[in-house]
């Protein structure tokens, strides 16, 4: 496994994300409770759990969203704001109005806005990066489309070329693959390797777990509280997902199958 | 006596732009900058479904002109842009406390901060009618046809115009330059907050700062066409153009030809009906509206229903 990548860290073996003790609460429920864990550099991390297990709670919380009841977050060893230049975001889809009047190019151009600063306009090299991340995810015909004409796995893939083009070295994606057809879900796979190839840290949202066994280095099991972090295979068993996903039969009967089809 | 003056072509069409180009003229341009400079944030309101805000904001403009002159004692125009200003500002920090701290949602949030904070204006107006002095028709309708009659601002021997107008003016330059220098965080954190905040932009920053900018737009613009008539101009012009087209840049100029249309329309309406120009221009900018909404080749009624006759 590569670990370049933090070598222009100047913390140098910080890993790209190190939680402490994280409780967050919405109006003083809590919704997650003491996350305690270190990613290490270079892995594709798959966060699982059922619905409302705090996922996307806990990456708003990483990226600052969210205020933290108690402890905190940092990125390449320091608080989340100040590394902000370093981590890419990619919200659920349902989160923006598509009906806005941009085009796929404009909101590709918005991963550059941070590196672009105030008052000024995206260059030419902004657009070619943009253009280049767009052709990535087979979008490129589509730049100067407007975006509410799109279908869901297309807004799906601008959203991860506008990812692609913020240049991240620490990546969250919530639910990246919600609405894609197969041939697509292959592609971004690639491409989510392709960066942790480069050293790149990426935590993804997956909600498919046959396939987040394939795909991922190491998987989040998540539940309120983290259930295992760990490599997959350490951490995908049929125990600690009938911990994660409770006494829900209908899905673990299809864990077990998909386990044991695995097993095979 | 009869209510409609009789029509005549010279009358109502040629001497707006000749004769009476200093009165009619002079009003279709104030109009004219009220409804452009409404137009820029009314489209930024649209765009964030917050077009409410519009309504808020310029109702709570009475109150704070009554509680102006109240404080001061004065009746200057210092005093009354000052309070409008504050009670715009604050209607605004209001709304957003009550949302951030209850559980009312934002639309219900403006409906009872601005209806509680313009009831409170008639109240005040109505108990110290002996010291508030204020017209309350003036507030809400504007007094347009005044503003011609205003002795102009001065730059050394240069006329400048009404005060009113060279304000208009200097806000409509103030927001073009604002647009130019921060286009790109307006669009980001009105498209979407999350990644903005992720990139390190300051979106609650953005988002004081574009209802400072309506706030500022509704106060110059409440003497021309009231604090009622302002909020059809906030949103016309936006709307409008949203039928017209789905870029943003386009939306802001045809924004402005819309206000244009409006004021030039709005002038010629009523010098041959003889009603207010401010309401003129209002329902001038309303038919503009409807015309986009029926005949618009992408979004209107009429292509659509020829496009569905056409195919069967
Ligand atoms: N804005 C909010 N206000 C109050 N409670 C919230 C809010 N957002 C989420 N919650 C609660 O927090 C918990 C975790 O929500 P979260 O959205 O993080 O779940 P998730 O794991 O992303 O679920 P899903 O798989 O459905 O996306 C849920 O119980 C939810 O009810
Ligand atoms: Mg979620």
Known sequence: ?264 | MTLVPDFSVQRVFVEPWTTEIGTHGMMALVTFLVGATCGLVGNFLILRRMALMGDAVSHSVLPGIAVAFLWTGSRGIGAMVLGAFVAAFATHLLIEAITRHSRVRPDAAIGIAFSTLFALGVVLVAVFADRVDLDQDCVLNGDLPMIPLEPPVRLGSLSLGPPPLVRLAGLMAASVLLLVLFYKELMLTSFDPGLAAGLGLPVRAVHHGLMLWLALSVVASFEAVGAILVIALLILPGATAALLTERMVPRLVLGTVHAALSAVGGMHLSVALDCSPAGAAVVAGAVWFTAAWLFSPTAGLVPRWWRAWRAT
């Open chain 1, 1 to 264: 496994m590569t670990q370049a990548g933090a070598g222009s860290d100047p913390a140098g073996s910080a890993p790209p994300l190190e939680i402490h003790d994280l409780t967050v609460a919405y109006r003083n429920k809590p919704v997650l409770w003491g996350v305690d864990l270190a990613a290490p550099a270079g892995r594709l991390i798959g966060i699982v759990g059922p619905n409302g297990a705090g996922k996307s709670t806990l990456i708003k919380a990483c990226m600052g969203l969210l205020p933290c009841a108690s402890g905190w977050v940092k990125a390449f060893g320091r608080p989340v704001p100040e590394s902000l230049g370093r981590i890419g975001y990619v919200p659920q889809r349902e989160s923006v109005d598509w009906d806005f009047p941009v085009s796929v190019m404009d909101v590709v151009l918005m991963g550059r806005y941070g590196r672009i600063g105030l008052f000024r306009r995206p260059s030419a090299e902004d657009r070619r990066i943009a253009r280049d991340c767009l052709d990535q995810v087979q979008m490129l015909p589509f730049a100067d489309r407007q975006i509410s004409n799109l279908s869901g796995g297309q807004q799906q893939r601008v959203f991860l070329a506008r990812a692609l083009a913020q240049e991240s070295d620490l990546y969250f994606m919530d639910e990246p693959f919600a609405g894609v057809d197969a041939a697509t879900e292959a592609s971004i796979i690639a491409i989510l390797q392709g960066l942790r190839d480069r050293g790149k840290t990426l935590l993804v949202v997956h909600h498919d777990l046959p396939t987040a066994r394939d795909y991922f280095d190491w998987l989040l099991l998540l539940n309120l509280r983290v259930v295992a972090f760990g490599p997959t295979a350490e951490v995908f068993t049929p125990e600690l997902l009938q911990k994660t996903y409770g006494g829900r039969l209908t899905l673990l009967s299809e864990v077990a199958e998909a386990v044991q089809a695995k097993a095979r």
